[in-house]
Structures are given as structure tokens and as C-alpha cells.
């Protein structure tokens, strides 16, 4: 069910019902005008992930800063942004059932969309709901260039994909996906630039061999917010897909030369009970903010560590009992993971200078199909 | 936003979009029954944990079998059981904010309600809220009998929090809450017993003493699936406080010895890419299943394992790689943890024989302050 929002606008941040998505608006237009800034002297486009905020608000502003669109892991979250006015959508991943696929084509009278294939069959049933539509589907071919995930071989396999994507009646060739998502949260800088310097070679390779068959890419796309200057400098990629820019997490900031972007993005919460001296609980568990990529960090209180979550508990811990918070106080999280903390929320509350200024809807939470 | 249901009642299983939050109706009701059985010999009543399950519908299902009422952690889940009909709700843990604390007593109309405290100024708040609403608030006084997280020391600093309450005049002492929460997870049952043995004597020893001032306890409440068959044995404890016997998750099933239950919830995912030889990719990752207790497990395929969960992806692996399920198929996860795999879905797809018989809605999904 939608939760009634945690707040209400000109509310003091303290105020706010706990836990809470706070999304401190400063750095997050810090880090939209950043990333515009870094890309504006570059032959490349942004076309943002999605999948971290699955807000068309969101998504419209980056998209006034010069992005190109967006992409998308599922059918909910391309829906949530088509309707919420976002005219240009990638899913950035392979649909295969029929009724996805339906839904997806449904969507072309209000926005351009394009879509994965990996294989053979993947490619008929985008084939056959493009039909049963009336209307030609975009479809790039997904490779592996690395991850060992999702994705065909780069070199021939693709190419042959990309044939018979072309040769369909009912599709359109829309070029490449490319993405090495693990080299991300490699730790070191020289990990994660040969990790891409070999992902950018099969790249390379692939969009060559598909251009000697007469194959442009319209899209050659991939990259994330660990690794896009690498991307960036091979210049073989013209569609960046970084997502979590926007608002950060303990993992990124745990790379070494982290990307330049600020931490936008919290869980506020609060000390719900403080029985005895050096115990001080807050009322925000893993079910408040993920863990799968560690423990959150305690902003601004040195000395302090989130120590333990349960469902609905967060345990905090300090050498020094008389620096925990004290039994009511609110503590803004980092969390160790963006995207689904925020999957968790149904409402980011925006707040600038102590003060909440918006509440907007996390649109497409919970969208998994 | 509240997703579409991904099913109709009717559809075959198979049909259903994926992922989604299955619940085996056979195996969900045959675990009511069965708990029902082994407490209707005891003393004890089951005060169901609405924290796993997050359903009015559930909730009155445990009730029509004898159950006396619903807990909850949040007072959104106990809005969200007293808005479907479920009339007495213990929020099982303390309650501090003003704002949740004037919700919760606007419940009072429409259901019994009570609360937790565990100290002075938590049942300050609970009473300033109880006085503005013009009624009288239930309070229990929490005790932390081993888990070392919320909760006063059993004993005479628990008797002291009891008659600061007894003492008000717009609150009512309702008893104690003595739950061990990590003691359902240890493996042997030796070693549950013996923190529950622990347990069971604090209790019993603050009850004692509060019946010394001439304070009854209504209700001692405490016990989980993992550890509930001590608490009963120990005669100290008239509520048992059990959730996740309704649904199970795989690490329960760790436990040795564990319950007489049968899993009854899965996730339904569906193989999207297979691009070669060995790589079968689900479209359940950690979003869609929650990790915090251990990957899932496959339901029904020997020999294939999940053996990595990433936002929307998750890989199987299996050493004979003819076992993989094939581009299409679909698959049965067995959450690593119930309650917040729920958490994260707004319908369940309830299921008998291959069929779609139900959706009911998660309605506290999300319900975090």
C-alpha cells in the first residue's frame, strides 16, 4: 500500500516521521551539475540509470541538463516514467515473457522506447509483440564485455544478432549494450580502468565488425558511476548510463579517487530507545535501508558506528558512550546502497537548509516486472 | 506507487508476471493449523507477529484459528491491520515520536490497542499522547532478557518503569515484553534453550516481583518460530509472539530440529537470459529477495543453486549444466528471509494446484514509522 508521506514542506528536518528518505537537495544538484559539466566537453551523452531513483522527477531534471533520456531494468519502471513524461526510454536489460512485452510496445504512443536481446529467441518475442502491436520495436543487442552476467559474446555472435534484428520487418537494429557492472566497486583505479580498457577493445571490436556488415549503433551504451571516465576515455561508448551519480553511497565512497559527487542521499532516523548507558537503538533496520553492500555509515556523529541491523533496529555503537545520540535525537544514514534502500521508500523528502521543500513520489518503487 | 497485481485469479503459475511474492495455500494453511494445534493444549495464546506478514487478511485468518489478537513494530502496520478489521494490536516495541504516538492512540476507536515502553521518558511521551487524545493508553513495560537491544533490566528497574505507569491516570499497565529475537536463529536446540532457559527465569522473577506490589501482567509476551516450543515449556510466558511459522524462509530451515511448518512463500522468478552454454539469469535479484539472512534457495531443481544476487539479477549455477532451467521457465525461490522479502511487494499471489486463487495485498508494505 502507498504510505502517507513522512512530511510536509517548510517542516524542520527533525520533524520528520522516521525512518525517512532524505534527499538533501544542494548536493544532488551539485551532483547533476557536476556530471553535465564532465560530460558537456565530451562526445558523449548521459542517459541516466533509472533504476537508482525510478523517479520521472528525477529523471526530467536531468534530462534538463542535457541528458538524453533514460534507462531502465524493468517494464514497471519504464511505465512509471513514460507516464510520469519522460519521452526517451531504454531498458537496459533482456524482457522475454509476452505480456512485458506488451506492455512495453503499449508505451510507444507516448514515448520512444528500445529494449535487449541477447539471443535468438529473445529477439522473436520482441518480434512478435512489435506485431501483434503494429509497430516497429528498437532492440540493442546486449554483450558480454566482462560481467559474465547477461549478454552475448562480443565479436561475430553479436553481429549475427544484429542481423537478424535488422532483417526483421518489425524491428530496428539500435545498436549496443555494453555494460561491465562489477567493475564499478573494483577498489583501485587501475582495476577498474583495465577491467573497462579490456571491455572497451570487445566494444570496439563489435561495433567494427557490425559497421563493415553496412550496421550503425545509433546507441553504443553502458558505463556506471564507478568507472565512466574510463568509458568516457576510450571513446568508443556515446551513451553513458551512470545512475547512482546522483546520490551516492558508502560503497562508492569506499573506492579509492571516488568519482566527484556528493553524498545526496540519507535515511534519517531516530534514537527509539536508549535503556542503558552505551546502548542507543535507532528505529531503522535492514528493512530502512540495505545491507547487501554493507552496514550504513552515522553522518555527522564522529566516533559512532552503525554496529548491527535487524528487521526494524539499528544498533549503534562508540568507544565513547557519551558520544551517542541521545534518546529522541534524529541521525541522518548513509546508506551502504542506493538503489534498493530507495526501492524501499515510497517518498524521497527533500530538504535544503534544515527545512523540508518537497515531497516526490519514488514512482516506480517496488516496480520488479 | 502501488504496482499492478501480476496475476489474475485462474492463471496457471506459470503465467504469472514475474517476479512475484508466491504463497503456497496448501502449506500456508496446514502451518496455521499446526500451530493452532500445538498451543491449544497450553495456556498460551498466539498474539501472531504482524511484522512478517503485513496483512489484515492474514491476521484475521490466525485469529479465526484462535489467535488472540496481532503485534506489530510500526504503528503504520498497526494502521494497516486496524484499517482491515483486526481489533487488538500490540506495537511490540517502544514508541517515542509525538506524531506516531497521537496516531496510534487515533486507533483507539477502532481497536485495542498497546504499546511498549522502556524507560521514564518513552512512557512520558505515551502518556502526554494518551492525555491529549482524552483516553487511556495500554503500556508494557519491555525487558531485555538477553538480546541486549531494546528494553530495561528485568528486575527491580522493570518493577519501577510498571508502577511509574500503574501510577498514571491515562495509562494502564498491561505487562511485560520479553522476547529474545537472536535466540531463534541459534542452530542447536540446545543452545536455543538455554538462552531461552535464561529468559524464562528473568521473566518469571520480574513477574514475581511485580505481583509482589500488586501488579498483574495481563500479558507476557514473547517467543518466535525459532524458539516458541521453550517458551511454552517454561509456563512463563501466556502470549507467544510468533510470525514467520505462517510463511518459513531458508534460514530457519538452517536451524536443526526446526519447526513442524512447511515452506509456504516463494519468490516466482522466470529465467531471462540464458546467452550460453551454463549461464541461466533470473529476473529476481536482491531487490526482489532479501539477502540480509543468506541467497535463496531453488525450489524443486537438484543440483542448481543461486549463487549470486545482484540488484535486478540473480545466477544460478549448477556443476551438470543440463540441470539449469531453460530461457523462459520459471522458478520458485525460497527467500533467505521471509519478513523482508514481503516488505518489498505489494500483492501476494496466492496459489493452489497450479492456479492462481487469490491476490491479496500486502497492505503495511512499506509501513516504516
Known sequence: MLQAPPAEPGMREEDVETPALLLDLDAFEHNLDTMAAMLAPTGAKLRAHAKTHKSPIIALAQMRRGAIGQCVQKVAEAEALAWGGVPDILVSNEVIAPRKLARLAALSSIARVAVCADGEAGIAAIEAAAEAAGLRMTVLVEIDCGAGRCGVAPGPEAVALAERIAGSRHLVFGGL??????????????????????????????????????????????????????????????????????????????????????????????????????????????????VDSGLPLVHGLPGVTYAGASDEHGSLKAEDPSLLPKLGQSVRLVPGHCDPTVDRYD??????????????????????A
Chains 1, 2 share one sequence.
Not at 351 to 368: D, I, S, T, Y
Request: aromatic content about 8%; charged content about 20%; hydrophobic content about 40%.
Open 177 to 290: 549494450q555494453s555494460y561491465h557492472g562489477s567493475a564499478q566497486h573494483r577498489r583501485t583505479p587501475e582495476a577498474r580502468a583495465e577491467a573497462i580498457g579490456a571491455a572497451a577493445e570487445e566494444t570496439r571490436r563489435t561495433v567494427e565488425q557490425l559497421r563493415q556488415r553496412g550496421l550503425a549503433c545509433a546507441i553504443v551504451g553502458g558505463a556506471g558511476t564507478g568507472s565512466f571516465a574510463h568509458e568516457l576515455a576510450s571513446g568508443v561508448w556515446n551513451e553513458i548510463q551512470a545512475g547512482s551519480y546522483a546520490f551516492m553511497d558508502a560503497d562508492y565512497a569506499r573506492n579509492e579517487d571516488p568519482p566527484p559527487f556528493r553524498q545526496s542521499l540519507f535515511v534519517l532516523s531516530q534514537v527509539m530507545s536508549a535503556p542503558k548507558p552505551g546502548v542507543a537503538v535507532l528505529d531503522a533496520g535492514h528493512k530502512a535501508v540495505a
Open 347 to 368: 517518498w524521497y523528502v527533500g530538504v535544503r537548509k534544515g527545512r523540508v521543500e518537497c515531497l516526490w513520489p519514488v514512482a516506480a518503487r517496488g516496480g520488479m
